[in-house]
Nanobody
Framework: QVQLVESGGGLVQAGGSLRLSCVAS????????MGWFRQAPGKEREFVAA???????YYRDSVKGRFTISRDNAKNTVYLQMNSLNLEDTAVYYC???????????????WGQGTQVTVSS
């Protein structure tokens, strides 16, 4: 059974940075396409970023140039470095395996519990 555990969220002022982590267990991680999604209050969950097993990277337009997704296969971990945060980035962030055959990419399988990111003015 796959388990995903996100961490690293918190309260940050606009313009600040956070680094999210997602540790995966119970699956073959190194070949998996992994992604980050987020859900703001009153909104649907949306795609943020993805990284393939081969290292190809995809972002939603609103985070390009500000967010960086990366992975460490030895640690079964995917990261999301978030810089220049703004109020619209406030959401619960989740990681998941991701299917890249559609646009936007969609999540597959189980979610973790998520990690709250709150950006204040």
């Amino acid at each position: 059974q796959v388990q995903l555990v996100e961490s690293g969220g918190g309260l940050v002022q606009a313009g600040g940075s956070l680094r999210l982590s997602c540790v995966a267990s119970g699956r073959t991680f190194s070949n998996a396409n992994m992604g980050w999604f987020r859900q703001a209050p009153g909104k649907e969950r949306e795609f943020v970023a993805a990284i393939t097993g081969g290292g190809n990277i995809y972002y939603r337009d609103s985070v390009k140039g500000r967010f960086t997704i990366s992975r460490d296969n030895a640690k079964n971990t995917v990261y999301l470095q978030m810089n220049s945060l703004n109020l619209e980035d406030t959401a619960v962030y989740y990681c998941a395996a991701v299917y890249l055959g559609v646009s936007p990419p969609r999540p597959m399988g189980q979610w973790g519990q998520g990690t709250q990111v709150t950006v204040s003015s």
